[in-house]
Each structure stands twice: as structure tokens, then as C-alpha cells.
């Protein structure tokens, strides 16, 4: 039963994205760098990688196309030569912007058969994430509410906060 509902989110989060030209794996990787970027981060393509749990390799493949597109940056870390600093670019934030609405919008009509039962599920899968790991040391950060939508109807995004505020906890 998860497989076959994680199958049926998928597809309404894939359709949600087509009009956008985005996978779910980008989108995921683009809404989560905006997400750090907007806690003062200018996090590394391994850090990205392990927030989202999308493995190594492919969240360099999938931010090297990113990157061709004009959608993000990345750069060599100050600190590490070997690391990538990541960035969003402007026209990164506008397409996300409209993604994050139309992905909003797919979810909230999958999961509103959930009623109330929303907070439950989402605890119920928290355990399920932590499952070996009885300490629950292993962080799942919650994905901020959207801004609220702009008179012409999109969400405009925030404006990251320069690097040098306290992250992620």
C-alpha cells in the first residue's frame, strides 16, 4: 500500500512539475537549496545531497545540468577546493517559485483524503525515517511553509539571507 500511494503522490508531483520542465529530483534539489539558502546557508553539493538524501553522484549530475541551464551555481568552496558552494540564480528563484506553488497545490489536494490525520501521518512517517535509529539523532528538517501568494497570483520567493547566519540546527 505505501509503494502503490508513494507511486500515485509521484505521479501527481511529476505532472504538477512538466509545465515547469523540471524532475522531481531537480525540484527537490532546487526547493532544498533555496530552503538552506533562506537559513543562511551556501551549502556544498554534499550537504545538499545529505539534506535531501538524493545519493552523491547523482545530486552532482543533476546540479550539472542545473548549472547548464542557468538555474543554479556552483562554485569552488573558499575553504575547500574540492567542494562545491551552490547557489540558486535568479531565474532559479522565478522558476522555483512557480514549481513550489504548483507542487503545493498537488499536495495539498493528494493529501487533504487525510483530513485532520495530516499531523499523524506526517509523525507516523518520521518514524519510519528514524527506524534504526532509536536516538532520532538523525535529522529530517521540516520544508518551511510557502510565502504567501503575490497579487499577480505567483509566489515570489525570498530572498536568501546572506551566508554568515546561524543554519540549519
Do not use: C, I
Not at 50 to 62: F, L, P, R
Not at 144 to 155: D, F, L, V, W
Amino acid at each position: 500500500m505505501l509503494w502503490r500511494a508513494t507511486l500515485a503522490w509521484q505521479r501527481a508531483v511529476r505532472a504538477a512539475l512538466v509545465p515547469h520542465g523540471l524532475t522531481h529530483v531537480q525540484f527537490v534539489l532546487l526547493a532544498s537549496l533555496w530552503w538552506l539558502m533562506s537559513e543562511g546557508e551556501r551549502p556544498s553539493q554534499r550537504q545538499l545531497a545529505q539534506v535531501t538524501g538524493v545519493d552523491a553522484m547523482m545530486a552532482s549530475q543533476v546540479l550539472r545540468k542545473l548549472e547548464s541551464s542557468g538555474l543554479v551555481v556552483r562554485a569552488n568552496a573558499p575553504s575547500d577546493s574540492r567542494a562545491r558552494e551552490l547557489m540558486l540564480t535568479p531565474k532559479g528563484q522565478d522558476l522555483l517559485a512557480g514549481a513550489l506553488q504548483d507542487v503545493e497545490t498537488a499536495d495539498a489536494g493528494y493529501f487533504e483524503v487525510l483530513g485532520s490525520d495530516q499531523a499523524v501521518f506526517l509523525d507516523l512517517l518520521r518514524r519510519l525515517m528514524n527506524q534504526g535509529d532509536p536516538s532520532g539523532s538523525q535529522p529530517h528538517p521540516e520544508v518551511p511553509a510557502a510565502p504567501a501568494a503575490s497579487p499577480g497570483g505567483r509566489r515570489p520567493l525570498p530572498a536568501p539571507r546572506p551566508p554568515g547566519r546561524p543554519g540549519l540546527d
